[in-house]
């Protein structure tokens, strides 16, 4: 059974900071993996998609690796503003999608 | 821009009644699912359809039927309401291929007293 694991639970970090976000899952045997992010109260957002034959995807100041050897996902946010926070949840597609618990992100002004 | 709609944000009943979701995509998506997610248990998956008329059970169906008729709209039934199906209900859509994006619905807050 695929388990996704995301440290730390929670982060708070000065506006400016870099924010390094991390995702490991238990089995490599994936189709792909998803980055979201949710508001309090809210759905989720899809802010990146990583295909199992690639490394990194970019999108603005966001950028995702991934080592599918390894287990590993790492959400890089450059220059985090106060807007980015939320709670992050990576997701890994194998059979089905299986959910991170999430970090959550304060950013402070 | 794909669209996953719900029909409500916030839905208050009472112990007993029958419950209806909906949930409509706009991209004419084959695969769609309804999750619910509560505090500390993260998201688990109620049921999924990957065609019209067709359903799979995910991990917790228990209390929960579904419905596809129209391939852009999937309904989540709660048969008989009960306090524990207090949650939040999410649902989510994506294209039949397995490298696509899912995309999820605002969300609908149900409180069942």
């Known amino acids: 059974k695929q388990e996704v694991t995301q440290i730390p639970a929670a982060l708070s970090v000065p506006e400016g900071e870099n924010l390094v976000l991390n995702c490991s899952f238990t089995d490599s045997a994936i189709y792909n993996l998803q980055w979201f992010r949710q508001d309090p109260g809210k759905g989720l957002t899809s802010l990146l998609l990583i295909q199992s034959s690639q490394r990194e995807q970019t999108s603005g100041r966001l950028n995702a690796s991934l080592d599918k050897s390894s287990g590993r996902s790492t959400l890089y946010i450059a220059a985090s503003q106060p807007g980015d926070s939320a709670t992050y949840l990576c997701?890994?597609?194998?059979?089905?999608?299986?959910f991170g618990a999430g970090t959550t992100v304060t950013v402070r002004a | 821009d794909v669209k996953v709609t719900q029909s409500s944000r916030y839905l208050v009943k009472r112990t007993g009644e029958k419950v209806f979701l909906e949930c409509v995509q706009d991209m004419d998506h084959e695969n769609m699912f309804w999750y619910r997610q509560d505090p500390g248990l993260g998201l688990r998956l109620i049921y999924f359809s990957y065609d019209v008329k067709m359903k799979e059970k995910g991990d917790i169906p228990e209390g929960y039927s579904v419905s596809r008729e129209k391939k852009e709209r999937f309904s989540l039934i709660l048969e008989s309401a009960s306090t524990n199906q207090t949650s939040m209900y999410l649902c989510?859509?994506?294209?039949?291929?397995?490298?696509?994006?899912?995309?999820f619905g605002p969300g609908t807050r149900l409180t069942v007293t």
């Open positions: 997701a890994v597609l194998d059979y089905k999608l299986s």
């Open positions: 989510a859509s994506r294209q039949g291929q397995r490298n696509y994006e899912q995309y």
